[in-house]
C-alpha cells in the first residue's frame, strides 16, 4: 500500500515551453501532497506544500508563477513549470502524506527528470 | 535555527562489513525521524521511522536506528551489508507540531559497497 506515481518519468522540452507533471497516490488518499527538487548529487529541496481545494504553500525562494501547483483532488497534485529554461533541469520528485495519519509521514514518487534545451 | 546534519557525504565499505551512518538534528520541538534510501535515478524509500516509544527502531532490509535524545542523533546501522546496499541515504525530521507534516532532509550519505 501507499504508493505514489509520477508522469512522465522524464521529458525533454524546448527552452520557453511549459511541462506538466502528475503526482498520484493510487491506493490512498492524501491530505497533503509536497514538491521535493533535486539537483544532482545533492539533497531534496522542498519546493511547495498543497492541500486538497486549496493554494499551495511555497517555500522562501521559489517563485510561484513560474511553478503553478493544482491539487484537485485527495489524490492528484500536478506541477507545471511554466517558461521552462535550462537551469529549470532538475529532477522533480512529489510525495503524498496519509490522509488518516497522524504522523508525518511521507510516500515519495518516483522522480521526473526533466531537462530543457 | 532547525536543522539536520549528516557529517559523511561519503562512505566506503567492503561487502559484509558494517555499516553506521551518522544524522545529528537540531529541533525545538518533539522530532519525528526517519531514514529514506534512494538509488540512482529513483524516488525515496522509507528505510525507518521514529515517533515514539524503544528509541530502537528496526527497519527494511536490516536496518536498524537508534534515537538518542542527548545526544540529538539517530544514527543508521546495518551489522553487514550487501552490494545492493550501494544508494544515497537521506536522514529527516519532522515536527510533531507542523500539522502540515514538512519534512527536513540532512544533505544525504553516499555509501559505496566493494567487494
Known amino acids: 500500500g501507499a504508493v505514489v506515481s509520477q508522469h512522465p518519468s522524464w521529458v525533454i522540452c524546448k527552452s520557453g515551453t511549459s511541462v506538466k507533471i502528475e503526482c498520484r497516490s493510487l491506493?490512498?488518499?492524501?491530505?497533503?501532497m509536497f514538491w521535493y527538487r533535486q539537483f544532482p548529487k545533492q539533497s531534496l529541496m522542498l519546493m511547495a506544500t498543497?492541500?486538497?481545494?486549496?493554494?499551495?504553500?511555497?517555500e522562501q525562494g521559489v517563485e510561484k508563477d513560474k511553478f503553478l501547483i493544482n491539487h484537485a483532488s485527495l489524490t492528484l497534485s500536478t506541477l507545471t513549470v511554466t517558461s521552462a529554461h535550462p537551469e529549470d533541469s532538475s529532477f522533480y520528485i512529489c510525495?503524498?502524506?496519509?490522509?488518516?495519519?497522524?504522523?508525518?509521514?511521507?510516500?515519495f514518487g518516483p522522480g521526473t527528470r526533466l531537462t530543457v534545451l | 535555527a532547525q536543522s539536520v546534519t549528516q557529517p559523511d557525504i561519503h562512505i566506503t565499505v567492503s561487502e559484509g562489513a558494517s555499516l553506521e551512518l551518522r544524522c545529528n538534528y537540531s529541533?525545538?520541538?518533539?522530532?519525528?525521524l526517519f531514514w529514506y534510501v534512494q538509488s540512482p535515478g529513483q524516488g525515496l524509500q522509507l528505510l525507518l521511522k521514529?515517533?515514539?516509544?524503544?528509541?530502537l527502531v528496526q527497519g527494511i532490509k536490516g536496518f536498524e536506528a537508534e534515537f538518542k535524545r542527548s545526544q540529538s542523533s539517530f544514527n543508521l546501522r546495518k551489522p553487514s551489508v550487501h552490494w545492493s546496499d550501494a544508494a544515497e541515504y537521506f536522514c529527516?525530521?519532522?515536527?510533531?507540531?507542523?500539522?502540515?507534516?514538512?519534512?527536513?532532509f540532512g544533505a544525504g550519505t553516499q555509501v559505496v559497497v566493494t567487494p
Open positions: 498543497s492541500n486538497e481545494g486549496s493554494k499551495a504553500t511555497y
Open positions: 510525495s503524498a502524506r496519509l490522509r488518516t495519519s497522524g504522523s508525518n509521514e511521507q510516500f
Open positions: 529541533y525545538g520541538a518533539t522530532p519525528y
Open positions: 521514529y515517533f515514539s516509544g524503544d528509541t
Open positions: 491506493d490512498f488518499q492524501a491530505t497533503t
Open positions: 529527516a525530521v519532522g515536527a510533531l507540531i507542523d500539522s502540515w507534516g514538512k519534512l527536513q
